[in-house]
């Protein structure tokens, strides 16, 4: 029989459906897989730090960043459990957090990081299980943090005692300044006490006071005096998380002081630390005082960044961005700490089974429908599972290039590494983008929430 232009058409859009469908089905296996994965590094935990912050996978001995526990890694993943439906590990860890968790502990804190973990994993714990003894939990830290606010200048100590409210450490950076006020501003909203957003309202808005006649912040700042220590300026680890909360500052509270702040700072951002580099897009390092080149050194922490982009809808620029992110990966199997990219030579050469690049990969597809981005994904999972798994749980590398193991596998593994994962190759419905901003710990936070 001859094949018709028709007939020829109807084969082919028969094709295509097959094609579209197996597509699907590969993404549903894909997430199963991710999930299976975190339920190795869950169960690892369960038996060999249960009670503890994290599990020292090689070892299998359990790990507490302050000599006793806050529970860093259940904390951290319980809203991962929710999402991927694990319904009875969820419980669990409800069970022990319930259960165990207290902050009334004579012990110097990083603020920053506790917000982060803690707190943050705490107030979508309320929102997505709706237990009020979680919003209790946050409460009581919230309050006991509060006291690094407490500087002439209202910027932030870095170490706080959570028992006598004692600070210390007057010199900061602009990510642990600038990274609170999506948990203090959700705290404000459930709690009704408007102390939370203004007191780290007014810690961004002290730091941005001090940008430099171009627009540009440094690195460190004694948060006493406001005097710049370092004036180096960059888009990676310590400054990389402050760009973040600008934009969905706005986005999650609508402040229009934060929409602006965003738009002038990431003027700025692109005039003077963009870099192009043989067809490639890089952000370097520049003086804040003058954009001066500084350096050309590009990181994992740095991979942030096309996510953002992508929330400030520069998807042009987002994708430019993820192809340098990807070859960063793909230099030596798996992402290290930080390259060169004037050279493509590594430079930090371990790798902490971070989020960044795979976040970024995230946004990218939902932004964008790219099955591209499915495909990185699949090649971020393939070299996780082939180069840092182990019998109990997953474990850094000391080198990506001799991919040696280091005995550490970091609560954000669980809150951010493998939920941006899953949630690639998830359907939509596992999580509505668009009803949710993500903290810097990927902890989902409901837009136009009330409690």
Not at 421 to 449: C, G, K, M, Q, V
Request: with cysteine; net charge negative.
């Amino acid at each position: 029989m001859a094949r018709t232009p028709r007939r020829l058409a109807l084969v082919a859009a028969a094709v295509l459906g097959l094609t579209v469908a197996s597509r699907a089905q590969q993404t549903l296996v894909s997430a199963e897989r991710v999930k299976a994965e975190f339920l190795h590094a869950w169960n690892a935990y369960k038996q060999y730090a249960w009670g503890h912050d994290a599990l020292k996978p090689l070892s299998k001995t359990p790990h507490d960043w302050y000599g006793t526990s806050f529970l860093m890694t259940p904390v951290d993943g319980f809203d991962t459990m929710l999402l991927m439906g694990l319904d009875e590990e969820a419980a669990l860890a409800k069970r022990l957090i319930l259960d165990s968790l207290r902050f009334d502990k004579d012990i110097d804190v990083q603020a920053f990081e506790i917000t982060i973990r803690l707190l943050a994993g705490l107030l979508s714990a309320y929102q997505m299980d709706g237990d009020g003894r979680f919003l209790e939990l946050a409460t009581d830290l919230g309050n006991r943090l509060l006291p690094i606010y407490n500087s002439p200048t209202g910027m932030p100590y870095r170490y706080v005692n959570l028992l006598t409210g004692v600070t210390r450490d007057s010199l900061n950076n602009p990510a642990e300044i600038g990274t609170a006020l999506l948990e203090f501003g959700t705290l404000s909203a459930a709690t009704g006490d408007q102390r939370y957003y203004d007191k780290a309202k007014r810690a961004v808005v002290e730091l941005y006071k001090r940008r430099s006649s171009i627009d540009l912040v440094g690195s460190v700042i004694n948060v006493e005096t406001g005097e710049w220590v370092n004036t180096q300026s960059h888009i990676g680890g310590g400054i990389d998380s402050y760009y973040e909360y600008l934009l969905k500052s706005w986005l999650l509270f609508g402040d229009p002081e934060f929409r602006s702040m965003w738009q002038t700072s990431i003027a700025a951002v692109h005039t003077h630390l963009a870099d192009s580099r043989f067809g490639r897009l890089w952000y370097g390092r520049s003086d804040m005082t003058n954009g001066t080149r500084s350096g050309t050194e590009f990181g994992s922490l740095h991979a942030f960044f096309p996510a953002l982009l992508c929330l400030d809808e520069d998807l042009e620029q987002a994708a430019l961005l993820q192809e340098s992110c990807y070859a960063m990966w793909t230099l030596h199997g798996i992402e290290p700490e930080a390259i060169d990219y004037r050279t493509m030579t590594v430079t930090a050469p371990e790798y902490y089974l971070r989020p960044e690049t795979i976040e970024s990969a995230y946004y990218l597809y939902t932004y964008t429908g790219d099955r591209r981005y499915r495909e990185m994904g699949e090649t971020f999972f393939r070299s996780l599972v082939r180069h840092c798994r182990t019998e109990a749980g997953y474990a850094h590398l000391e080198s990506v290039v001799t991919k040696a193991k280091a005995d550490a596998m970091e609560s954000f593994f669980f809150a951010e590494t493998l939920k941006y994962l899953y949630l690639l190759f998830a359907p939509p419905s596992a999580l509505p983008f668009d009803d949710y901003i993500f903290t810097t710990e990927a902890h989902p936070l409901r837009r136009n929430w009330t409690r």
